[in-house]
Each structure stands twice: as C-alpha cells, then as structure tokens.
C-alpha cells in the first residue's frame, strides 16, 4: 500500500475505561438464582432495548417464574419510569 501511496482509513478500536458503577445495585438478590419456584409469588421484571429505524426503543416485560408466563408489557422509545408503570 505504501508503495502505490495508498493509507488505510482503518483505525483499531481503543479500550475505554468505565468509572462509573452504572451496574452496581443496592438493592440485595433475593432469589439466589432460584428460579424455579411452587407458587405464584414471585414476579421478575426486564428492561431490555432494541434499534428500529435507527432509533433506540425500550421494552419493558414482568414474568411470572412460577410458569415463566408474561404478565405485563410495554414499549416506548423513552427509558422512563412511564414506561414501567405501562407494563405493570
């Protein structure tokens, strides 16, 4: 490439280190990894997101453990506490 004076427009990817404790929860795990539970007492949520038409949207989902059914969705295009009372 030199040699026909050509240059590569391709950069190596750098890592960039992350301060903060964005995935640090103060809130304790209560089930343990117990997932397979006898009763209908335990209910798990999920915040997850997904690209469409070049935009993030968020999906919000509430399980059941007890026979892994979905009780409450919803989706939106803004993370905000709206979008979980919606799936609630």
């Known amino acids: 490439m030199k040699e ?7 950069t190596v990817a750098q890592f960039k280190r992350h ?5 640090e929860s103060k809130v304790e795990n ?11 007492l335990t ?16 999906i919000c989902l509430f399980v059941d453990l007890y026979n ?5 969705h919803s989706a939106d295009p803004h993370k905000d506490a709206e979008l979980v009372y919606q799936a609630l």
Do not use: A, M, P
Request: hydrophobic share 25%; glycine share 4%; aromatic share 12%.
């Open 43 to 58: 209910v798990v949520s999920d915040l997850t997101y997904v690209r469409v038409e070049n935009r993030w949207h968020y």
């Open 30 to 40: 209560e089930l343990n990894r117990k997932f397979d539970q006898q009763k209908e």
């Open 4 to 10: 026909n004076g050509l240059v590569s427009k391709y």
């Open 68 to 72: 892994r059914e979905i009780i409450g």
């Open 19 to 23: 301060d903060d404790k964005c995935n």
